[in-house]
Nanobody, 122 residues
Framework: QVQLVESGGGLVQAGGSLRLSCAASGRTFNTLTAAWIRQAPGKEREFVAGISWSGVSTYYVDSVKGRFTISRDNAKNTVYLQMNSLKPEDAAVYYC???????????????WGRGTQVTVSS
């Protein structure tokens, strides 16, 4: 079993930056693909970024490429999402998720955190 706890959300002005963290417990976390998935009010969950268990492979939704960076520190059982040049349309609840073979669909993830709110003012 894996538990995920997100932190780092908040209110930021458009153009600003935030760094989200996801702390995991469970000894198998470093074998899992991890991802950040967001959900805005009235919208479906959207895959944002994913990272392989080793950290070698990363992938992003087109709308955040060049602005967001996902990384992980397996020694600390933590995944990060650095978000720069934030836009109002990035506002959402951001969830950390993990799975043995996660992909770009939110449905492929087995473990989820409770989410952290990101609000971007224009």
């Amino acid at each position: 079993q894996v538990q995920l706890v997100e932190s780092g959300g908040g209110l930021v002005q458009a153009g600003g930056s935030l760094r989200l963290s996801c702390a995991a417990s469970g000894r198998t976390f470093n074998t899992l693909t991890a991802a950040w998935i967001r959900q805005a009010p009235g919208k479906e969950r959207e895959f944002v970024a994913g990272i392989s268990w080793s950290g070698v492979s990363t992938y992003y939704v087109d709308s955040v490429k060049g602005r967001f960076t996902i990384s992980r520190d397996n020694a600390k059982n933590t995944v990060y999402l650095q978000m720069n040049s934030l836009k109002p349309e990035d506002a959402a609840v951001y969830y950390c998720a993990a799975a043995p073979r996660g992909g770009i669909s939110s449905l492929s993830y087995d473990y989820w955190g409770r989410g952290t709110q990101v609000t971007v003012s224009s």
